[in-house]
Each structure stands twice: as structure tokens, then as C-alpha cells.
């Protein structure tokens, strides 16, 4: 290569010679000479370091060579043809295409962040004792008549929600929560979609921390914070039927939604990050609703409040005190009363309304234990003496568990696994649910013995059987109930 080099150096200099000479500009051409001299050198001096670059590489696969290792590949330079590099980019664009036309023809799409989740619970009873409904009209549909077993559909619920704010620098976000939902009905198909939760969750306090308080204000329609039955969703109720305290008619219609404001939050966590673990030493919820149920604008002008407030032990994760809480309960309002002794109901003057709750909590794998007290009272309208009488009731709910199975363990739900696998576990369980709905007359006690067993066997899946006792004064009656039920969620 540097004979080469000299050649084309030396041809170039003959040509600006021969230039020179024509010129006859002496003075010209030895300028010319030393610039070419000068260019030579330097050429000659990044030969030598290239020639001394080669040499030591070679030395380098020379000594790889010897200990082993395959140089030839090294030495190999691949090339790629133009055709080749335009079929890669070809199947790129195809490949952008296909996605794209995935998403736009198989995938659901929404303004905002979106989470669509749901319920549906499908259940055979048996009950030893014959149910009979008399006619309440002409027609017969809402008449049972000698019933003993049935197939059913308990709570089918079909929720979204999103994020309408994110907030990436504090976590003040702006959430929303829908829910629709129904129940079955005796004696008629009208099983409508009902709305049941419609609210705005603005976040006051930053979330991105674990270890700081947290503060939301939740507006329009919702759960009350009364005590742990009503809080407590369908996937984690151990029993199929809910306690009697909740229920309208017997209880006191505490899992009955309402439309109002209420502020929750909590203070002084404790944090284990290693098992993501977080409980808060207090948590309170307050705020003020309608009072008079789901859907429905207010019947009157007064409000009614609630209130709750809870205090957990601060325990670490590894404490057998983990998850021992405390909390108390509080609602007051007022409804209207009515005289219906004439062919025509009419307004009786306002009641006053005042629900008391104590609740003890402990879950700590593999044992529990859960227990609720709530007293109740209500202004009621007497027509017989057209006076108000104030009844006291009360309501009594324990429930003992016990967990066996790989779920109920952090580290087995972690594992790294294929597909739809999940740990098989199984919780037993016996309930005491008893309520007084006047303490203060004979025959208004409903008692309910319950044994059970779940078997949790995907992530969103369980099967539940329930054998209760029943003692129920108002109709005189004992009888026993079995329930099965298949609970499955997405």
C-alpha cells in the first residue's frame, strides 16, 4: 500500500511540474514541491499507525487462538444487502399495523384510565321449614306457595372505575367509582339494574408515600362507614347471607346506600415494605347524607351524620398483635313519621334516628376472630294512642375462622407462575348473628347459628356452603337452611 501511495504522489508531482514548467514560475513550483513533500510524510505517518494497529490485533486473536477460544468469528464482517435491509423495515411496518388494528378492533377504549370489575354469585338453597307468600294482589305474582328449595342469583354487580386527575408529583388524584347492580325477587322476574355507588374520591393529602397519613372527601352515593359488615365487600364476606343488623326490614338498613359526603383518612402507619405491608394506628371517617336510602333525593330537611373512628395496635408484620383493631360507630338523623289509621296516610311530626356500633377486628393467619355490637333507635308512631314511642333494639355478630392453604401466605401469591395458577386454600367458620328489634316487647328476636366452609381455588373464585340455624320469634318458627353458593369475580 505505501508503494502505491509514493506512485499516485509522484504522478502528482510530475503534473504540477510539467503545470510549472509551462507557467515558467519557478518560485511557484517549489512551493508546490514542499507542500507535496509534506503531505507525504503525513500520509506515510498514518500508514505506519494503522499498520501498527492491524499487528497488535492480530497478536490479540493470535494469543485467544492459543488458549482456545474461536477467533474466526471475530474476523468474520457481516454485510446486509439493500433488498434484505428493506424487507426488514417492511415486516416493521406490518408489524406496527397489526397492533394497531388489535387495539382499534379488539380492545375496549375510554377517554380516561379505566377498570371494569364485577361480581356474580349463583347459589341453590334448601330450607326444611315451607316458605308461603300470600297473594298481595289479584295477579298472584308475588305468591310462593309451600317453597322448600331454589336456584338463585345473589349480588351480580358490574363496576368502572378510573382516574379523571393524576396528580404525579404529590398523588392528589381525582378518582371516580360507578357501580350498578341487582338482587333477586320473590315472585317476579323485575330484577332491574339498579344504580348502587356514583362518586367523585379526591385525594387532599400526597399518596405517593406509604409512611405519611392519607385524606380523601368521597361525594355522591356510597356505602356508609358504619362498622366492618357494611364496609366489607362480597369477595371477602366469609358467610353467604349478610348479618341481619344491615338488612332493611329486620336490621336497620345500614348496607343500604346513601347520597352525601363523607371525609376519610387515617395517621401514624406502620409500614413494612419487604411484605407491602401497611395499617394505619388511626383511621376515622365522618360526613353527612340524605338518610333515606339509594337513588332518592331527601324526604325531609334535615341530614343525618355519621361518623367512625378506629385504632389498630401498631404491630410489625411478623407480631402475633398484627391486625387487632378496635373501632366505634355513630349515626343520628331524623325521618318522617306517618298516621296510617286513616284511608289516606298522613305526616305525623319528624323521629329521630340513632344508630351506636363497637366492633372488634383480629385476623392473623391462621386464626381470626370478628365481633360487632350496634344499638339502635327509633321514634315509631303509634296509631293505636297517637303518640311516639321510642324503640331500642340491638344487634350481636361474632364470627370465628379458621384459614388453612397456601393463599392466605404472601410469598406462595408472589411466586413467578404459569398462567391462571393460584394456591388452593380453605377458610371454616361458625357465626353467631342475633338481633333484638325491640327491647322492650316479647317475640322480636331472630337468632341465626352458622357453620361454613370456603374454598378458594382461583384468584377471583371461590365456592361457599353454609348450614344456619335459625330461631325466629316474629313468625314463632325453627327451621335449618343449607346454602350453597359459587361466587366468581373479574
Request: charge should be negative; include cysteine; hydrophobic fraction near 35%.
Amino acid at each position: 500500500m505505501s508503494a502505491y501511495l509514493q506512485q499516485c504522489l509522484l504522478t502528482l508531482l510530475s503534473a504540477s511540474i510539467a503545470i510549472s514548467h509551462a507557467d515558467s514560475n519557478v518560485a511557484q513550483l517549489q512551493q508546490q514541491v514542499s507542500q507535496l513533500e509534506q503531505s507525504l510524510t503525513q500520509l506515510k505517518s498514518e500508514l505506519n499507525r494503522i499498520q501498527g494497529s492491524s499487528q497488535s490485533a492480530g497478536a490479540a486473536h493470535a494469543d485467544a487462538g492459543e488458549e482456545g477460544e474461536d477467533t474466526d468469528a471475530a474476523d468474520d464482517q457481516s454485510y446486509v444487502t439493500r433488498a434484505e435491509l428493506q424487507g426488514i423495515q417492511s415486516d416493521v411496518e406490518n408489524y406496527k399495523y397489526q397492533v394497531q388494528r388489535e387495539r382499534d378492533t379488539k380492545t375496549a377504549l375510554s377517554t380516561r384510565q379505566l377498570l371494569i370489575n364485577g361480581v356474580v354469585q349463583a347459589k341453590a338453597s334448601y330450607i326444611d321449614e315451607p316458605q308461603i307468600t300470600l297473594p298481595a294482589d289479584k295477579t298472584g305474582s308475588t305468591a310462593v306457595n309451600h317453597r322448600r328449595s331454589s336456584f338463585d342469583l345473589g349480588a351480580v354487580q358490574i363496576g368502572f372505575a378510573g382516574n379523571l386527575f393524576k396528580d404525579y408529583e404529590q398523588g392528589k388524584n381525582l378518582d371516580f367509582n360507578l357501580r350498578f347492580g341487582t338482587s333477586p325477587q320473590t315472585g317476579t322476574n323485575n330484577s332491574y339494574l339498579n344504580l348502587l355507588d356514583a362518586q367523585l374520591i379526591y385525594n387532599v393529602l400526597p399518596t405517593l408515600s406509604a409512611d405519611t397519613g392519607r385524606l380523601s372527601v368521597t361525594f355522591g352515593q356510597q356505602l356508609l362507614p358504619f362498622g366492618q359488615e357494611v364496609q366489607a365487600t362480597e369477595d371477602l364476606k366469609p358467610t353467604i347471607n349478610n348479618a341481619l343488623f344491615s338488612l332493611p326490614g329486620y336490621g336497620y338498613g345500614l348496607a343500604l346506600r346513601e347520597v352525601g359526603l363523607i371525609v376519610r383518612g387515617d395517621a401514624l402507619p406502620t409500614v413494612d415494605y419487604g411484605y407491602n405491608y401497611r395499617s394505619p394506628m388511626i383511621s376515622y371517617a365522618f360526613g353527612i347524607v340524605n338518610g333515606n336510602g339509594a337513588n332518592k333525593s331527601d324526604d325531609n330537611d334535615d341530614k343525618n351524620f355519621i361518623g367512625r373512628l378506629r385504632y389498630t395496635l401498631p404491630a410489625q408484620y411478623n407480631s402475633w398483635l398484627r391486625e387487632l383493631s378496635f373501632g366505634v360507630s355513630w349515626y343520628q338523623g331524623r325521618s318522617n313519621l306517618f298516621d296510617t289509621s286513616g284511608a289516606l296516610a298522613s305526616f305525623a311530626g319528624k323521629g329521630d334516628v340513632l344508630r351506636k356500633g363497637f366492633d372488634i377486628y383480629y385476623n392473623h393467619h391462621p386464626f381470626g376472630v370478628t365481633y360487632e355490637y350496634v344499638q339502635g333507635e327509633d321514634d315509631t308512631y303509634r296509631n293505636q294512642t297517637a303518640s311516639v314511642y321510642k324503640r331500642e333494639s340491638e344487634s350481636h355478630t361474632g364470627t370465628l375462622f379458621w384459614n388453612f392453604g397456601e393463599q392466605f401466605v404472601k410469598g406462595f401469591r408472589n411466586q413467578g407462575r404459569y398462567d391462571d395458577w393460584w394456591p388452593k386454600s380453605y377458610q371454616t367458620f361458625y357465626r353467631f348473628d342475633s338481633i333484638d328489634r325491640d327491647k322492650n316487647a316479647a317475640n322480636q328476636s331472630i337468632d341465626i347459628h352458622s357453620i361454613g366452609l370456603n374454598a378458594f381455588f382461583a384468584e377471583t373464585t371461590k365456592f361457599q356452603i353454609n348450614l344456619n340455624h335459625v330461631n325466629n320469634e316474629l313468625i314463632s318458627k325453627n327451621y335449618n337452611e343449607l346454602v350453597a353458593q359459587f361466587q366468581y369475580g373479574f
